[in-house]
């Protein structure tokens, strides 16, 4: 059993289509993000789902780095030169960096975690919407605030006037994680 704290058990249990989990730093999003994508791996079995981050380094020293503390025996299961976990049951994860968004085309998923998204480009979450399409599958966003692009014209401002019904935003400061050294913030 996971313990979050009250907002990111929301974003962890969110039913639109789009949810984004934007927060401080160390703030706990991409705790969140991963053990998101493991309940999404139980929950698919035998499907395909997609973990992007916005570049290389991104996604190893943070993104998988942490899916890997949580379920370590999911490492001997990763071909890190396909990108690709390729677990017994069928299920298969598409492991991507943002560097090169095309790199992302011609999947289709059933569920798709992006780490640190706010640094992604508009084409990148556009690239990631169409890889959903045809499932109807959730995208999870999780991000600290970097500027006032595409997340706040194109996710935020739609969610905030009620103009598109399938996105959910979470926001919570980094003191809101209880792990979060309180001297320090």
Known sequence: MIKLHPIQNKAFFFTTQFGAAVAGVQSGKTFLGA?????KIAQYEGKTGIIVAPTYKVLQQATIKKLFEIAPSYRKYYKEQKGEINLPNGTTIYIRSAD????IEGITADWIWADEAGMCSLFTWTILRSRVSMTGG???LTTTPYN???LYLNFFKPWKEEKDKSLSFFSW??????????DYY
């Open 173 to 182: 400061k980094s003191i809101e994680n209880p792990y979060f050294p309180k």
């Open 138 to 140: 959730q995208i999870l």
């Open 35 to 39: 053990h998101w994508a493991l309940k």
């Open 100 to 103: 090169n968004p095309l790199g």
């Open 148 to 150: 006032m692009g595409w």
